[in-house]
């Protein structure tokens, strides 16, 4: 104790920062990354921004959102089920039966998972076809890092117009940041039981007794990571699909056919909300994108 005490005492005296770590990322932070990512549309900045709202909205470690299969994706309803086999706290299984639920957000396209993913699929269709694992490869955790790192930097001072120092964020800064916003955004707002199971943070042995996962808690998880308010009357909006109509079940099957001609038939009910997405926000897209040479505005689709 009187160790730590001198410690802090010298870092006060020689004017250096008190804190441990880095900063979490606020959710302004996170817009903001998001839409610079959007802007310059490159292949590796479109597989930066599915990878970062993917993070950022399942509050998943970097090794985990790795890892993560095509295999562990069901879509249900109005939302995304992610099933992780295990996680650092749990490294038995025991809690392989309960989903992380992921949800769009048609009203802010920009910080959107599904419409970040629909276009990712676009323009890697083979990753789809394969069937693996959603970023497949080697040292995707540092590819990601690195573009990371490229964004903080060169971005600087539009990071600190959000009260943000880029030198004090990391790719652990997403997960800090997304569990406080969920915990901060509102009053009150998602059991703080819920945001740790979705963490995967251990609660103790007297609490994992007797506070258990529970679906409700984990789906008003979701819908506030998004970043629509949950005091708003759209916080329970729904994705944006293709009308329930014949004409309009073609057309969805015959781009889904096209796009992804070897796709899992597990997955064809979340590629069909992901191309409604992708349709949806066409203008959105093209309007937003700086570099008029991406590969985003020249897809065949």
């Not at 310059?40 to 790795?66: C, G, K």
């Not at 099933?83 to 949800?103: C, I, L, V, W």
Request: glycine content about 8%.
């Amino acid at each position: 104790t009187g160790l730590r005490k001198s410690i802090i005492q010298q870092k006060k005296d020689l004017g250096l920062s008190v804190s441990e770590g880095k900063d979490s990322l606020s959710f302004e932070g996170y817009r903001l990354t998001c839409e610079l990512m959007l802007k310059e549309s490159t292949q590796e900045s479109i597989f930066a921004l599915a990878w970062l709202t993917t993070q950022w909205n399942l509050i998943s470690r970097s090794e985990v959102t790795e890892t993560i299969c095509f295999s562990q994706l069901f879509w249900s309803a109005d939302n995304l089920k992610v099933y992780f086999a295990k996680h650092k706290s749990g490294q038995f299984g025991t809690n392989k039966d309960e989903p992380r639920h992921m949800y769009s957000n048609p009203i802010i396209p920009t910080v959107c998972p599904v419409r970040a993913l629909a276009t990712y699929f676009m323009l890697y269709p083979d990753i789809v076809s394969e069937g693996g694992r959603i970023f497949p490869g080697s040292e995707q955790r540092t590819r990601f890092g690195r573009i990371f790192h490229y964004f903080l930097t060169n971005y600087a001072e539009l990071y600190f117009a959000c009260g943000i120092d880029p030198k004090e964020i990391g790719t652990h800064s997403i997960r800090k940041g997304a569990a406080t916003y969920c915990c901060t955004v509102a009053h009150p707002g998602p059991p703080v039981v819920s945001v740790c199971l979705r963490a995967g943070w251990s609660l103790g042995k007297v609490k994992e007794r007797y506070l258990k996962y529970g679906e409700a808690g984990d789906e008003l998880v979701g819908r506030t990571l998004t970043g629509i308010s949950p005091e708003s009357t759209q916080f329970g909006i729904s994705p944006v699909f293709f009308a329930p109509t014949n004409d309009a079940e073609v057309v969805s099957n015959n781009l889904i056919k096209s796009i992804f001609p070897r796709h899992p038939p597990s997955l064809k009910r979340f590629l069909n909300i992901c191309i409604a997405s992708f349709v949806y926000h066409e203008e959105f897209t093209k309007g937003i994108i700086d570099n008029r040479n991406s590969p985003v505005l020249s897809l065949p689709y």
